[in-house]
């Protein structure tokens, strides 16, 4: 389980044609307080750690994983919001982030608002019901406040510090995202359905 408040950016070093789809990803993390089997957030996706090395670590993607989110399109010095997973007693400064990708949404527009940017997105027409405004939503494994929604199109601020801390400040019109739902509105919704 993550926050969202990403704590690094990392860069695809390697990545490995097999069918496990190891990747190799940078790190400024010391690797030597990294277990292996350990989970990383990886823009977004919950990772497995499967090897490691000073400066880096290893994760595999399964084809489900490639399939749900942006990973297939990973390349050598692809730029990835890292989180290591949330610890007892750490503060919560985002909301609860389970990486578990539900699906990609779509750049639609990236409009500079003074120090900040704005992103309109458009999500995927089965996850739409869940995004509502001022809700909250993982872009990329950043936890971010839904400022409205217009159908399968919601908008967001990514402020000046997340612009900078995080691979969003980059991100731009065709850009595809992690899209993750907050996982109170995925169970209410699931509850609500059994009750009809």
Known sequence: MFT???????????????????I???????TAEIAIGAS????GACLSVIDKGPGWFAVAASAETRAKTTLAEW???????????LRSGDELGGHIVLGHVDGTAKVIAATPADESLRLDLDSPAELARFIAPKGSVAIDGVSMTVNEVDGCRFGVNVIA??????????????????LEI?????YLARLLEERM
């Open 24 to 30: 190799e990803i940078t790190t400024a993390m010391d």
């Open 40 to 43: 990383i957030s990886c823009s």
């Open 4 to 22: 969202g408040i990403v704590t690094e950016i990392g860069e695809v070093r390697a990545i490995a044609d097999r069918a496990d789809g190891r």
């Open 75 to 85: 390349t050598q010095g692809t730029r990835v919001n890292l989180e290591r997973p």
């Open 161 to 178: 510090h997340t612009r900078a801390a995080t691979v969003l400040g980059a991100r731009a019109v065709g850009d595809s995202v992690n």
């Open 182 to 186: 907050d996982v109170l509105a995925r």
